[in-house]
Nanobody, 124 residues
Framework: QVQLVESGGGLVQAGGSLRLSCAAS????????MGWFRQAPGKEREFVAS????????YYADSVKGRFTTSRDNAKNTVYLQMSSLKPEDTAVYYC?????????????????WGQGTQVTVSS
């Protein structure tokens, strides 16, 4: 089994920055693509960012392009989401996810494993 544990969420003011981390178990982390998704109150879960196993491919939702950056350190079994210029509409529970194919993907059903989520709240 693969376990994913997010950290780094919290309360920040609009315009601020926050870095989320997701620590993964498993011998094959380096072959997994990783994704970030979020779910705001009353809304469906939406795609945020994804990164391929090699870090050569990244995808971002239009709403976060230029503000968020995802990266990974395979030696540490960790993926990151650096968030800057945060807006109140970024408020959500953020989830990391892993898929075994290694290819970055925007579709949540393509992911095999999910973390527990971490709350990000951006005040106006």
């Amino acid at each position: 089994q693969v376990q994913l544990v997010e950290s780094g969420g919290g309360l920040v003011q609009a315009g601020g920055s926050l870095r989320l981390s997701c620590a993964a178990s498993g011998r094959t982390f380096g072959s997994y693509a990783m994704g970030w998704f979020r779910q705001a109150p009353g809304k469906e879960r939406e795609f945020v960012a994804s990164i391929s196993w090699s870090s050569l491919t990244t995808y971002y939702a239009d709403s976060v392009k230029g503000r968020f950056t995802t990266s990974r350190d395979n030696a540490k079994n960790t993926v990151y989401l650096q968030m800057s210029s945060l807006k109140p509409e970024d408020t959500a529970v953020y989830y990391c996810a892993a898929r075994s194919s290694g290819m970055a993907n925007r579709a949540s059903p393509s992911y095999d494993y999910w973390g527990q989520g971490t709350q990000v709240t951006v005040s106006s």
